[in-house]
């Protein structure tokens, strides 16, 4: 048990669920790193853990919706309660959408989409027991607010997690549970280098090419990193958010839609 209020960060091992799970820590968070690589979240929470932070691993994965409910169940084991969710695992796929096949489309859509509803499924219930208000935080993407070429599935996905938001805040606001989005935009992380390689062959572009095209229209002038997202994030997971739900935030710099 913990006087401390709990979060969990699923994709938490790297990239912009690693920036998450350091920046809640520091907010005061006990943090729970979930991870479909055992040794990447063991080796994170043990980094919290080494800079006095309550932490502790699970691994699992996401699209598995008892890996969910055993994910939260652990939670409540050792702490008692969770607080804050954050279904951040998630991947991407680049290819015209007439080469799309039906194992893409279950891969995709069993991690960006069922994994966010599992997760939402399993912390609800265990919030609706709580005394207090609990946190749903989805990741969604500016892919969520328009259809790129090439990120035909990935941005069905995330238009996919925008409807589930709105739905999930109507439906568990009678609990006090939020349930919010964050929407990034160009975040230097590995899953954009593997983005940015499958772009250039479809392109014809040299490696890094893609990543700085796309990147030449933010207004700020500059992509974003891991901890911009995060610090969004740790206002969503606040109580400075109480009085919104349902929202899917750009966090992008600026991109231009035109």
Request: aromatic share 8%; hydrophobic share 40%.
């Amino acid at each position: 048990m913990t006087k401390q209020k709990v979060t969990v960060v699923t994709g938490s091992g790297q990239g912009i669920g690693r920036a998450i799970a350091f920046r809640l820590a520091s907010d005061g968070f006990t943090v729970v790193i979930n991870d479909l690589n055992k040794e990447l979240a063991e080796s994170t929470a043990q980094e919290l853990r080494d800079q006095g932070k309550e932490s502790f691993a699970v691994q699992g994965n996401v699209s598995n919706r008892d890996d969910q409910f055993s994910l939260v169940k652990q939670t409540v084991e050792k702490y008692g309660r969770v607080d804050v969710f954050v279904n951040n695992a998630g991947i991407a796929q680049v290819a015209p959408l007439l080469e799309v096949r039906e194992e893409d489309l279950e891969a995709i859509f069993k991690i960006n989409v069922f994994g966010v509803i599992y997760g939402i499924q399993a912390v609800a219930e265990q919030m609706k027991k709580q005394d207090g208000r609990g946190k749903i935080i989805n990741a969604c993407s500016i892919a969520g607010h328009k259809g790129y070429s090439l990120l035909g599935t990935y941005s069905a996905t995330k238009f996919a997690v925008r409807g589930v938001t709105q739905t999930a805040a109507q439906e568990l606001a009678q609990y006090n549970i939020n349930v919010n989005s964050y929407c990034p935009g160009i975040v230097g992380t590995k899953m954009w280098d593997l983005v940015d390689a499958k772009m250039a062959e479809y392109m014809g572009l040299e490696i890094g090419e893609a990543f700085k095209k796309f990147s030449e229209g933010i207004t700020l002038g500059r992509p974003s990193d891991p901890e911009d997202v995060a610090k969004f994030v740790s206002y969503l997971a606040s109580s400075d958010s109480d009085y919104m739900t349902g929202q899917s935030v750009l966090i992008d710099g600026g991109v231009d839609f035109s």
